[in-house]
């Protein structure tokens, strides 16, 4: 153990135990005078700054030794979620966690020192020696009580920066190519073999749901047969929260699977529901060997650590030292990890945020530069192994916008897939956001960001001297050597290229000096924007419609569509030539030749005919009118009130369309499912005309299956419903006011959603403290620089915490038991009133869309307060202008109470029982 101080930093307090044992109790202002004079020991060096209003301080920060000992295991990035993830005994106040924290160290080295205790055992520590080593180089502070532990000799001094031992990619697993898997037969489920599925999968130790074998019944009906073209197998299954929907849909998709020898993509919209259906699988595939086989998690390419990435940072470690903690950490975790999976998977996220992004989460491929089978670690790429393993899986789970995008580019995202391994049986769980996932697969935006990414993709990093932005030359040239047309191609490619946006272009375009065509339109665009502004100070995104057009708008834009149509006529012969390549070649390319240029084309088709042709279109309307299905604006895209990008933007009204064209039609059966699937207007037809609104089926010839199972749980005894009517939501202060009274009242486990992250920022700021004080910790988005997924695993562990969020976290918090007892909103979550949506509600209904959508978001955060059949909570809406027809979001039989806040909290404390009561379960 080092000799040195342990701090643990509350919101008003600070608890310090010096290196002689004496426990202190300090202000912030006193602690962040002697973390400057004795790095101390702490659990998350970046947010204790924070909390001390520093930029950053030496210190032995806990949970890089943790992530160096255990690798790819859970943990929370605070005091007690170590202590916890250690099985140490829980901490009580701030000083209990400052000693705990020496425990916990203790522990970490004793786990290093005795590999046997660790998960994975030994072959954790094949690596553990020689990373630490480097990391001692490069001045990691815990690297000598690591080699210590390991039973190595301590260097006296650092010496040269030598990363052997971090080439972790040497030893990873090969995947290999198997012939293509033949396609499924079409044998249906029976109800009565869902229901028997079901039953094997719940056991006897499971929650009894009589609904949820009805659920699964009728769920079986989407894994019939296709009896016409473009018809297929649709079911819109409603069930309400608590049926048990996940187990309920996995009865009839295994079953299918396992009679027809084929796979079924589970598609969700939040990574923490891809979790949770991985975890609930496990009763299907109990054994962790047959479940790898059987079950695969795909997600984007851009979600997974790129092991060429990862190799050119450890190469640059001795002219970067700097970046040695992270990349030994990464190192660590890269030979660890089931998946490779950086979003949602194994790998902590608090990593990113305690080293920076650049060098942990950042070495995935996030600008399509990957040069597949060209990569010498091809073989062992974890993209590539879960594509190739979700081929001969029975389910994959993905994310909608993967699977959306796969389909509309015909198969895989550039990698190893092709349209023959499309899916032809889908479950679509969170239904309800289908249609806001087909809003982002199918949009087009022609704007400086994106035309500045297409040219780096072309040209690479122009003189920027990084071998990892290759540009298309690298990719190609020996592909094409001696074909003197593709060579040529190649050439005014790159000549073409030059028409897109330039480093230094957003200092050009704000000093109205633009350079080439494409800036030239982007400072008309600007310029349009800003002039048709009713308030240009805001710190937030302009927007405006794109007509009419300035003067002189429409001829930049001609010009610039005359630029990328002469980049896209060579990008369309190159990818011709190495196309013919392909054909006249075939009997001389090996495999990896072969997959490498097929991936070339794809890419060039995704780079030009889908992104540069959608472009062109855009263009081409500006002088003749947008298309009645489209939505065109120009916008101006600013962050802390400094303008980041501009453009134009187009999207579907209905994009509902494209993705019953691109994923519906051609599949043979779907099921989409989500616990507010229907509107709830009280009209039981115009509700599931919502329902087939919202997901496209009233689009399809023939009409989807309608289910619906009703939610087993006792709403009107399990849950209060209150709008207060005398706090102004136009005053911070009394919102504030609120909001801790509130909290205080049901003694924390409260989640406050915001419609904007300024009004969550002032409300955090007023009421952080007298929470603290009163022993709730607060927690907020946009506030503690967390991700949103750790805010909520921490939300989740202790039952005494609140969260602060915007309207969208809702989705992401899954909180069963008393962690989640209270949701208070600060206004009715109106949609926001902007171009798209003036369209949108044009189209489909007026304010009878307005109501649809607000009911709906309603609908969706209330019923995160009840999970379980022993569940309580409170919703509070502090907007006294909620209209009596929204009250429909609300389950059948619960009352929307109006009264003012003093009782309302008062409700909220009668409901809940007294303090020392906290923990009763109510009847």
């Known amino acids: 153990m080092p000799k040195a101080p342990v701090l643990v930093a509350g919101r008003t307090e600070a608890a310090w135990i010096d290196s002689d044992g004496e426990i202190e109790t300090l202000s912030l202002a006193e602690a962040a005078k002697r973390v400057v004079l004795e790095p101390p020991v702490l659990c998350h060096a970046r947010a204790t700054a924070e909390r001390l209003g520093q930029q950053g301080f030496a210190a032995y920060d806990l949970l890089e030794l943790f992530a160096f000992v255990h690798p790819a295991r859970f943990c929370l990035p605070t005091p007690r979620g170590l202590i916890a993830a250690l099985e140490l005994p829980a901490p009580g106040d701030l000083a209990g966690q400052a000693a705990g924290l020496i425990a916990a160290a203790q522990r970490l080295l004793a786990d290093l020192a005795d590999p046997a205790r660790g998960p994975g055992g030994i072959e954790y520590d094949r690596h553990a020696r020689p990373v630490a080593r480097a990391m001692h180089a490069c001045g990691w502070r815990w690297a000598p009580y690591a080699l210590t ?132 699988l496990d009763r299907l595939f109990p054994d962790p060997a047959l479940k790898a086989q059987k079950v695969v998690v795909r997600k984007g390419r851009e979600n997974y650590l790129c092991l060429l990435n990862l190799e050119e940072a450890v190469r640059a470690l001795p002219m ?92 895989g995202d550039g990698g190893g897939e092709n349209a023959a391994s499309l899916p032809t049986r889908y479950v679509f769980d969170e239904g309800h956001h289908v249609f806001d996932a087909a809003d982002g697969a199918f949009s087009g935006h022609l704007t400086a960001l994106e035309m500045v990414e297409l040219r780096r993709w072309l040209l690479g990093a122009e003189g920027r001297g990084t071998s990892r932005a290759r540009g298309l030359k690298t990719r190609v040239e020996d592909m094409i050597a001696g074909d003197d047309r593709a060579e040529e191609a190649l050439r005014r490619v790159l000549h073409a290229a030059r028409c897109l ?78 196309s013919a390549k392909l054909d006249t070649e075939a009997d001389q390319l090996d495999t990896a030749a072969r997959q490498r240029m097929e991936a070339v ?59 019953i064209r691109s994923v519906v039609e051609p599949a043979q059966g779907v099921l989409v499912t989500s616990a507010t699937l229907r509107d709830g207007s009280g009209e039981v037809e115009r509700d599931w005309a919502a329902a087939e609104a919202r997901t496209g089926s009233r689009h399809l010839p023939a009409p989807a299956v309608r289910v619906a199972v009703p939610s087993p749980f006792d709403y009107p005894n399990q849950t209060r419903v209150y709008v207060v009517t005398d706090v102004r939501k136009d005053d911070l202060g009394q919102v504030a006011a609120a909001y801790r009274a509130l909290f205080q009242a049901s003694g924390g486990g409260g989640l406050g959603l915001f419609t904007a992250i300024s009004r969550l920022r002032a409300v955090h700021g007023r009421i952080a403290a007298p929470l603290d004080q009163a022993g709730i910790p607060l927690y907020a988005q946009h506030v503690d620089g967390l991700d949103t997924s750790t805010l909520i695993d921490i939300f989740r562990a202790e039952e005494a915490a609140c969260l602060l969020g915007t309207d969208a976290v809702r989705d992401g918090v899954d909180v069963p038991g008393r962690s989640l007892r209270l949701l208070v909103f600060d206004r009715v979550p109106w949609p926001r009133p902007d171009i798209l949506h003036r369209a949108r509600r044009e189209h489909f209904g007026k304010r009878a869309y307005d109501d649809m959508i607000t009911r709906l978001r309603l609908k969706q955060a209330f019923g995160r307060l009840v999970r379980r059949g022993d569940d309580h909570g409170v919703f509070v809406l502090l907007d006294p202008m909620m209209p009596s027809r929204l009250a429909g979001a609300f389950p059948e039989g619960v009352a929307v109470q109006r009264v003012g806040l003093a009782e309302a909290v008062a409700g909220v404390r009668e409901f809940f029982g007294p303090a020392d009561e906290a923990g009763r379960a109510r009847g």
């Open 601 to 659: 084309v794809r890419s060039l088709t995704r780079r030009g005919e889908v992104q540069i042709g959608g472009w062109r279109g855009m263009l081409k309307a500006l002088p003749e009118g947008t298309p009645d299905e489209f939505v065109d604006w120009f916008a101006v895209d600013r962050f802390d009130g400094r303008d980041m990008d501009y453009g134009m933007h187009r999207h579907w009204v209905d994009p509902t369309l494209p993705f």
């Open 501 to 578: 946006p330039g480093e230094g272009w957003n200092s050009r375009i704000g000093e109205g000096q633009p350079d080439g065509p494409a800036e030239a339109l982007l400072a008309l665009v600007r310029k349009q924007t800003y002039a048709r502004q009713p308030d240009r100070s805001s710190p937030y995104g302009m927007e405006t419609d794109a007509h009419p057009p300035l003067d002189g708008l429409l001829d930049a834009a001609a010009v610039l569509e005359g630029a990328l149509g002469a980049l896209l006529q060579p990008i369309q012969e190159l990818k011709k030539r190495i």
């Open 320 to 411: 970067r030292p700097q970046d040695g903690v992270a990349l030994g950490l990464m190192a660590r975790w890269a030979a660890a990890t089931r998946a490779g999976d950086l979003v949602g998977g194994d790998f902590p996220a608090w990593l990113a945020h305690l080293l920076g992004r650049p060098r942990t989460s950042g070495l995935s491929d996030r600008r399509g530069e990957c040069i597949y089978a060209a990569c010498q670690h091809y073989h062992k790429c974890f993209v590539e192994k879960s594509i190739r393993r979700a081929r001969r899986a029975e389910i994959v789970i993905a994310n909608h916008a993967l699977v959306m995008i796969q389909a509309a580019l015909g198969g």
């Open 149 to 280: 532990a390991l039973g190595e000799a301590v260097p006296e001094q650092s010496g040269p920066v030598r990363p052997v031992g971090m080439d972790i990619w040497r030893d990873l697993p090969e995947w290999s190519e198997d012939a293509p898997p033949p396609n499924p037969s079409h044998f249906p489920v029976d109800p009565a073999e869902a229901r028997a599925r079901l039953a094997e999968l719940l056991g006897g130790s499971a929650e009894a749901r009589p609904s949820q074998a009805d659920y699964a019944s009728a769920a079986s009906a989407a894994f019939a047969p296709r009896e016409e073209e473009d018809a297929p197998a649709l079911v819109l299954a409603e069930a309400g929260t608590g049926v048990g929907k996940t187990l309920g849909y996995v009865a009839p998709t295994s079953v299918w699977a396992e009679k027809n020898k084929g796979t079924v993509w589970i598609s969700t919209y939040t990574r923490n529901l891809q979790h949770q259906i991985d975890g609930e």
